[in-house]
């Protein structure tokens, strides 16, 4: 009789292990291996997909608004309705904004310590020129969804869960705060400045996982062919809910002072454009409403 055939092993490539104990350790760590100036290492690509993103942001929302009902001069949309457009607008905006975290991501960690030890088994990061010859690189060995999509799910769970409460969040401080008899033009910096760090710090609190899963996605080749929920499951597992949420507390931190100045300087110059030039106030309240908060 043929003897049973001995049980197959499948090798399996060791689950990647965090680099760092924390942020101020990684920020340490890259200064003092790296230099100062590798802490700005992929600025060109957020710069560029922070436009790309304010411009669709800011149209997205006002046409959601106007689709909400929403006209100059009339009754104001609900806080609900506001947060919805967020919301909506978010959704949009992420397919525009993908591209541009995943040639950042990719960027970043060229030539990093994280690069050069989790991702040695797997052939090491690739080594690019720029950006451009990252894109290239980045389609020409994966393709245009695969490459330059991947993490797209994770960042529509970020971008519409956060666009609604960054939305949700700024016009809900705003309007606890408009005078009795009074309107939101009646109000000060200040509040701006409240409404704004607020607005922050609750859209990377809304969903933070997403983006801890789709930075994995984006930036480890051993996760590009897995799913959100298999590498959320993943991360999950070896490292809790402290894992999912690593690097919440910096990135809270340094919303709050840049979302507030994002606000209270946006608000300041539609102000500027209502006095100067009268008769852009009606393209003005039909189209206000959106910045971004990529910063």
Same mark, same amino acid.
């Given at each position: ?12 490539? /060791? ?7 924390? !942020?101020?350790?990684? &920020? ?18 957020? %710069?560029?997909?922070?436009? !790309?993103?304010? !411009? ?11 689709? %909400?009902?929403?006209?100059? @001069? ?11 457009? @967020? ?9 525009? &904004? ?10 970043? =960690? ?33 393709? =245009? ?8 799910? #994770?960042?529509? &769970? ?66 590009? #062919? ?8 993943? =991360?999950?597992?070896?490292? @809790?809910?402290? @894992? ?8 809270? %931190?340094?919303?709050? /002072?840049?979302?507030? &100045? ?32 990529? #910063?």
């Amino acid at each position: 009789a043929a003897a049973a055939a001995a049980p197959r092993t499948i090798s399996r490539a /060791p689950p990647p292990q965090p680099v760092y104990r924390g !942020a101020v350790h990684c &920020l340490r760590h890259t200064i003092e291996t790296r230099g100062f100036r590798s802490l700005y290492k992929g600025l060109s690509s957020p %710069l560029l997909g922070s436009m !790309a993103e304010n !411009a669709v942001l800011f149209l997205s929302y006002g046409e959601v608004k106007r689709m %909400l009902g929403e006209k100059p @001069g009339e009754e104001e949309l609900s806080l609900l309705q506001l947060a919805t457009a @967020g919301g909506v607008a978010g959704g949009i905006v992420s397919f525009v &904004l993908n591209p541009f975290e995943v040639i950042k991501v990719q960027m970043q =960690v060229m030539n990093s310590a994280a690069a050069s030890s989790s991702l040695s088994a797997v052939g090491g990061a690739r080594k690019y020129n720029g950006v451009l010859d990252c894109v290239l690189q980045t389609v020409r060995n994966e393709g =245009v969804v695969k490459g330059l999509y991947r993490g797209q799910t #994770s960042l529509l &769970l970020r971008e519409i869960p956060g666009n609604f409460c960054w939305y949700g969040v700024y016009e809900g401080v705003c309007m606890s705060q408009i005078p009795e008899g009074g309107t939101k033009r009646d109000l000060g910096m200040s509040t701006h400045l409240l409404g704004g760090a607020a607005a922050g710090v609750a859209y990377w609190t809304a969903f933070y996982p997403a983006d801890t899963v789709g930075s994995q996605l984006r930036a480890n080749p051993q996760y590009a #062919s897995k799913s959100f929920m298999q590498v959320f499951t993943d =991360v999950y597992k070896r490292e @809790g809910w402290a @894992g999912l949420y690593r690097g919440w507390g910096i990135t809270a %931190l340094r919303a709050a /002072p840049a979302h507030a &100045l994002i606000f209270a300087m946006y608000e300041q110059t539609i102000g500027l454009f209502r006095r100067f030039d009268p008769e852009t106030e009606d393209c003005i309240d039909r189209r206000s409403g959106s910045i971004s908060h990529s #910063s």
